[in-house]
C-alpha cells in the first residue's frame, strides 16, 4: 500500500499543469499587410466559434487579442498586434501550449488572417 501511495505522489508531482501565458510562453511572429483594426477585426470573426470568450484590447501600439475559450479561464493565447509604417502591422503571438507554435491552433488562426 505504501507503494501504491509514493507512486501516486511521484506521478501527480510531474504533472505540467497549464501556467497560462507568461513571458517564457512560446513565440511566433509575422508581419500582415492589414493594420491592426483589420487584423483584430478578422481575428474576432475567426475565433467566434472555437474561442467564443476571446476580446479584443486597445494596446500601446495597436491591438491587443486575449484568447480565450471560457470567460472564467485564463488566455490560451495574448496575441500583440503594432501598427507599423505603411499601414502594415507585425503580429507577436504568446502562447500557453508546450506544442509548436506553428501548430498552435490560434497560430494557424493567425496566419489565416495575415
Known sequence: MLIVC???????GFAQ?????TRR???SSFSTHKTSDDFARCMSEALRTDFPASRVDPGKAGKE?????DPSAAPVAVIDVADGVGGGA?????TAS?????????????????
Open 98 to 114: 508546450s506544442m509548436q507554435p506553428a501548430r498552435d491552433p490560434t497560430v494557424k488562426i493567425a496566419r489565416n488572417c495575415q
Open 6 to 12: 509514493l507512486m501516486f505522489v511521484t506521478t501527480t
Open 65 to 69: 487579442i486575449l484568447v480565450s475559450g
Open 90 to 94: 507585425m503580429v507577436v503571438i504568446r
Open 25 to 27: 510562453s512560446p513565440l
Open 17 to 21: 499543469a497549464p501556467e497560462g501565458v
